[in-house]
């Protein structure tokens, strides 16, 4: 099992910014892919941003150019930073690994709020 937690959503104003952290309880070179992905209210969930093993970087054209993924291996975190906020990026963000291991397992976050209003 893997846990996963998410920190740093909360109220912004539009045009503002804020850095999402997920940090996980094993090594992130065991995991093939770290993404995170947002839901908003009435929507289906939906890929934000994903960070491969082999470093590669996908991101929505919604946010291209305004949300960077990274990731920090010696404190096993993954993180977020949304620049140029705007209300269509309200949602609940969360956090996601894929397991490079035997257990190929797919693991998620709780979840934090983020909400985009002046």
């Known amino acids: 099992q893997v846990q996963l937690v998410e920190s740093g959503g909360g109220l912004v104003q539009p045009g503002g910014s804020l850095r999402l952290s997920c940090a996980a309880s094993r090594s992130l070179f065991t995991f093939s892919a770290m993404g995170w992905y947002r839901q908003a209210p009435g929507k289906e969930r939906e890929l934000v941003a994903q960070?491969?093993?082999?470093?590669?970087?996908n991101y929505a054209d919604s946010v291209q150019g305004r949300f960077t993924i990274s990731r920090d291996n010696a404190k096993n975190t993954v993180y977020l930073q949304m620049n140029s906020l705007n209300r269509e990026d309200t949602a609940v963000y969360y956090c996601?690994?894929?397991?490079?291991?035997?257990?190929?397992?797919?693991?998620w976050g709780r979840g934090t709020q983020v909400t985009v209003s002046s």
């Open positions: 996601n690994v894929k397991s490079a291991l035997l257990d190929r397992g797919d693991y």
């Open positions: 960070l491969t093993s082999g470093s590669s970087r």
